[in-house]
């Protein structure tokens, strides 16, 4: 089955740098990469996805990229603001009804 | 939008008591529901796959006898917690596929379950 692999595990931006976190996946036939944003007791709350028929998607301050031939996707959030701090998952699926794989997690601080 | 309505948000059961947590799609056909689990600082897990109309596709090491998923029909799935233990207590969700030109995944508002 799929396998998604999050790093790093934590990270902590001063305001206004960049963050920067990375996923591989397993399953070449995966095709649809969501990143989520998690506050504690929460749901999880669509951020940004992507397609595999596109490399990169960009939505304000946040972008994901994807390398289908190196399988792996990267979330990037630039001018971190304090309300950015929370955990942030990254997904793998195949589409349509089939389950959607999550990465480890990562916990995303925001120095002010 | 698509909205999946997952009830009770939170519930405190005793020790081989049963909890029955229900997830209604409320505005569009829930095709499949995904049932997941998560434990303090980890991420979630699928327990298992449920189509309407058939039985549940367990994951590896999900006991099925004790997590009875049922989804009787396209706008309701419901998870049950049988002989509960303070194992079990954890943060479920659910989550469905099969919105209107597959937008994703919708998911509940999660269920935190005690066992004391």
């Known amino acids: 089955g799929e396998n998604v692999e999050q790093h790093p595990s934590t990270l902590s931006v001063q305001e206004g740098d960049s963050a920067v976190i990375k996923c591989t996946y397993s399953?070449?036939?995966?095709?649809?990469f969501p990143w989520y944003k998690q506050e504690l007791g929460k749901r999880p709350q669509l951020i940004i996805d992507?397609?595999?028929?596109?490399g990169e998607k960009k939505d304000q301050r946040i972008a994901v990229t994807l390398n289908k031939t190196a399988k792996h996707f990267s979330l990037h959030i630039t001018e971190t603001q304090p309300e950015d701090s929370a955990v942030y998952f990254c997904?793998?699926?195949?589409?349509?009804?089939?389950?959607?794989?999550f990465g480890t997690g990562t916990r995303l601080t925001i120095i002010p | 939008g698509a909205v999946v309505s997952q009830h009770p948000s939170w519930v405190i059961c005793k020790s081989g008591t049963s909890v029955k947590i229900e997830c209604r799609s409320l505005?569009?056909?829930?095709?499949?529901m995904f049932w997941y689990r998560q434990f303090p600082k980890q991420s979630l897990m699928l327990m298992a796959t449920?189509?309407?109309?058939?039985?549940?596709?367990?994951e590896q090491g999900v006991e099925k006898d004790k997590f009875l998923i049922n989804h009787a029909s396209l706008t309701l799935s419901t998870l049950t917690v049988t002989s509960a233990h303070p194992e079990d207590s954890s943060f479920y969700i659910c989550?469905?596929?099969?919105?209107?030109?597959?937008?994703?995944?919708?998911f509940g508002s999660g269920t935190r379950l005690t066992v004391v």
């Open positions: 989550s469905a596929s099969g919105g209107t030109g597959w937008g994703g995944y919708t």
């Open positions: 399953d070449s036939a995966s095709n649809y």
């Open positions: 992507i397609r595999s028929n596109v």
């Open positions: 997904a793998a699926s195949r589409g349509g009804n089939e389950k959607l794989t």
């Open positions: 505005d569009f056909q829930a095709t499949t």
């Open positions: 449920s189509n309407e109309g058939s039985k549940a596709t367990y």
